[in-house]
Nanobody
Framework: QVQLVESGGGLVQAGGSLRLSCVAS????????MGWYRQAPGKRRELVAV???????NYADSVKGRFTISRDNDKNTVYLQMNSLKPEDTAVYYC???????????WGQGTQVTVSS
């Protein structure tokens, strides 16, 4: 079992920055990929960015060049630095931990990010 706790969400004006953090606990040695997804009202949950244990990354086209994902394996923590935020980035951001032989997905409780215009 893996538990994930996000922090760092909030309200920011367009053009501003926020940094999200997600700390994993439990069977952390089994975690392969970590990352972030988001879900806006009335929309499906979508990929923001993911990072492998060795640091390979993948970003949604909509955030490339603005968001940076990083990971500290010693602290079992994944970060999302979000710059040049836009109103369309407003969503609940969920931390993902993909673990085990069969890549089971664990999710955090979500943190709200609101970008005002």
């Amino acid at each position: 079992q893996v538990q994930l706790v996000e922090s760092g969400g909030g309200l920011v004006q367009a053009g501003g920055s926020l940094r999200l953090s997600c700390v994993a606990s439990g069977s952390t040695s089994s975690i392969n990929t970590m990352g972030w997804y988001r879900q806006a009202p009335g929309k499906r949950r979508e990929l923001v960015a993911v990072i492998s244990r060795v640091g390979s990354t993948n970003y949604a086209d909509s955030v490339k060049g603005r968001f940076t994902i990083s990971r500290d394996n010693d602290k079992n923590t994944v970060y999302l630095q979000m710059n040049s935020l836009k109103p369309e980035d407003t969503a609940v951001y969920y931390c993902l931990g993909r673990a085990g032989r069969y890549d089971y997905d664990y999710w955090g409780q979500g943190t709200q990010v609101t970008v005002s215009s």
